[in-house]
C-alpha cells in the first residue's frame, strides 16, 4: 500500500503566496508522475500540474507563470509553489502519483486533500 501525506494549505490573502508539500510512503519501486488537483464544491475535480520522473511539467492555463511544480526523487515528494495567489485559486488541493510498486505494475493514488483559501 502507498499513502501520499499533503502539507502546506492554509489562510492567505491574496497576493500572496503558499507552498504546498506531498510525500509519498510505503510500498515503492518508483514514482513515474506526481501532480496536483483541485476541486470546489460542485465542480469537478481539476488538473492544476503534473511532474513526471524525467522533470517534464504540464500546468493549467489558469496558473502558468504563478504556479511551479518540483519534485525531490530520493525523498519520493512534490512540491507546489503558488504565488500570486487569487481568491479563485480557493480549492482543496489533493496530491496524485502514479506510483509502481514493483517493475511491471502502476497504481494511481490521492492524498487526503488540503484546503487553501485565498481572501480578497
Known amino acids: 500500500q502507498v499513502q501520499l501525506v499533503e502539507s502546506g494549505g492554509g489562510l492567505v490573502q491574496a497576493g500572496g503566496s503558499l507552498r504546498l508539500s506531498c510525500a509519498a510512503s510505503?510500498?515503492?519501486?518508483?514514482?513515474?508522475?506526481m501532480g496536483w488537483y483541485r476541486q470546489v464544491p460542485g465542480k469537478q475535480r481539476e488538473l492544476v500540474a503534473v511532474?513526471?520522473?524525467?522533470?517534464?511539467?504540464n500546468y493549467a492555463a489558469s496558473v502558468k507563470g504563478r504556479f511551479t511544480i518540483s519534485r525531490d526523487n530520493a525523498k519520493n515528494t512534490v512540491y507546489l509553489q503558488m504565488n500570486s495567489l487569487k481568491p479563485e485559486d480557493t480549492a482543496v488541493y489533493y496530491c496524485n502519483a502514479g506510483v509502481m510498486v514493483d517493475r511491471a505494475s502502476i497504481y494511481d493514488y490521492w492524498g487526503q486533500g488540503t484546503q487553501v483559501t485565498v481572501s480578497s
Open positions: 511532474i513526471t520522473s524525467g522533470g517534464s511539467t
Open positions: 510505503g510500498r515503492i519501486f518508483s514514482i513515474n508522475y
